[in-house]
């Protein structure tokens, strides 16, 4: 869904580089060279390596969705973070500027649901959203000198009992449904179904509120 928002808005088309089978296209007169990387710090990891062995971008932009801290923050809500840290080894990163707006608040990088006990420690520490793939991009990148930015709109929000470990797991790392756990779920909970289709339509906004507001923010770069 998240690399969809960035084809469709793009056009981009299908292109192997270098070994990737990525979607490639231009804004203005810098080319873009799309994937998606999976999810979770392990795949973001290798699909990053991976593309940066087989091209040098002169930047990587994350896009995606992120989840929200905060209640009340509305979905489609863009988070331009500060720093972004990975949870399992408190490794900070901080993204290039790019295009306008202020950047302000933690992208805390995890690969679990944060359990609610939790969430008011991270509050504390200026957590403002949760994802599960920046801080392994950014790694990737800083180990190489290549800045990167991200880009990231809020999509749900991480007490409001919205996301659990059963529904998390309706997806494969790969972002392939998981059909047995999606089955088992609407057997399980049939009167979820309208809120799952919800949810669904708020991550997709979401993805195309992100893709918007980085494509734009490239088109700003002389």
């Avoid at 989840?67 to 863009?78: L, R, Y």
């Avoid at 957590?127 to 599960?132: E, P």
């Avoid at 800083?142 to 470990?165: C, H, K, L, N, Y």
């Avoid at 997709?204 to 509120?209: L, P, Q, S």
């Amino acid at each position: 869904m998240e690399l969809r928002a960035v084809v469709k808005q793009l056009k981009l088309r299908k292109e192997d580089v270098g070994g990737v089978a990525a979607r490639v296209g231009a804004i203005g007169d810098h080319r873009v060279v799309a994937v998606y990387t999976g999810m979770g710090t392990e795949l973001a990891t290798r699909s990053t390596e991976r593309l940066l062995d087989a091209m040098t971008p002169d930047r990587v932009v994350v896009v995606g969705i992120t989840g929200a801290m905060e209640d009340d923050t509305p979905i489609g809500t863009m988070i331009l973070p500060e720093v972004v840290v990975n949870s399992e080894t408190g490794s900070e990163h901080r993204p290039a500027p790019l295009g306008g707006g202020t950047p302000r608040g933690t992208m805390w990088t995890t690969n679990v649901i944060t359990p609610p006990a939790e969430v008011a420690e991270l509050r504390a520490k200026g957590v403002v959203s949760l994802d599960m793939e920046t801080a392994a991009i950014a790694e990737s990148c800083e180990q190489r000198g290549i800045p990167w930015s991200v880009f990231r709109a809020i999509s749900d929000r991480a007490s409001d009992g919205s996301i659990d470990d059963e529904l998390f797991h309706l997806s494969n790392q790969d972002g392939t449904p998981n059909p047995r756990a999606v089955a088992r779920y609407f057997l399980r909970h049939p009167l979820r179904i309208p809120r799952l289709m919800s949810m669904g339509m708020d991550a997709k906004r979401a993805t195309e509120v992100a893709a918007a507001a980085a494509i734009a923010a490239i088109r700003t770069v002389d």
